[in-house]
T-cell receptor, first 114, second 113 residues
């Protein structure tokens, strides 16, 4: 059965600090997809990244970076030099082969203090 | 670009009342979804559709119904509202299935009293 664990319920950091949000997943599939979504205070979910299980290359997009490690079933998200606008709830999600939907973790609420 | 539009944004229902949450998308996506988000929880799938005329149950379908008569619209019907249905409801769409990027509406905050 699929499972996504985001053990950090809430994190607070001071502006300009780096922060890493953890995501651990479980699946029996060899082909699957991992996602990160951001939910700002306005409420809508915004897509950040998608990774398939065959691509373990780390990715960097501006201040955001993602570390995918199949050996530890983790897909962690790091924000460098955090800003107040990064304050949001961040969800990690998993989609297995042939699945028609996403399976979400419980989210991590990040608060960046100015 | 409208994307996925949900109405209403907020609603208070009395126990036993019924209502329909509206969702429309203008991206010509085949796949559409309804999720609910309870406090401190991730989103859970209620129903989904892979195209007009085709719908299927998700993880938590009890108390809800859907229809998909057009590609654009995917309304969610609550019959006999119960306090357990107090939640934030999100409609989403994607070009293909769960392995593709999903686009979400802004959500509907529903309270059943």
């Amino acid at each position: 059965a699929q499972k996504v664990t985001q053990a950090q319920t809430e994190i607070s950091v001071v502006e300009k600090e780096d922060v890493t949000l953890d995501c651990v997943y479980e699946t029996r599939d060899t082909t699957y997809y991992l996602f990160w979504y951001k939910q700002p205070p306005s409420g809508e979910l915004v897509f950040l990244i998608r990774r398939n299980s065959f691509d373990e290359q780390n990715e960097i997009s501006g201040r955001y970076s993602w570390n995918f490690q199949k050996s530890t079933s983790s897909f962690n998200f790091t924000i460098t030099a955090s800003q107040v606008v990064d304050s949001a709830v961040y969800f990690c999600a998993l989609s297995e082969t042939g699945a028609n939907n996403l399976f979400f973790g419980t989210g991590t609420r990040l608060t960046v203090i100015p | 670009n409208a994307g996925v539009t949900q109405t209403p944004k907020f609603r208070i229902l009395k126990i036993g009342q019924s209502m329909t949450l509206q969702c429309t998308q203008d991206m010509n996506h085949n796949y559409m979804y309804w999720y609910r988000q309870d406090p401190g929880m991730g989103l859970k799938l209620i129903y989904y559709s892979v195209g007009a005329g085709i719908t299927d149950k998700g993880e938590v379908p009890n108390g809800y119904n859907v229809s998909r008569s057009t590609t654009e619209d995917f309304p969610l019907r609550l019959e006999l509202a119960a306090p357990s249905q107090t939640s934030v409801y999100f409609c989403a769409s994607s070009y293909k299935g769960g392995h593709t990027e999903a686009f979400f509406g802004q959500g509907t905050r529903l309270t059943v009293v």
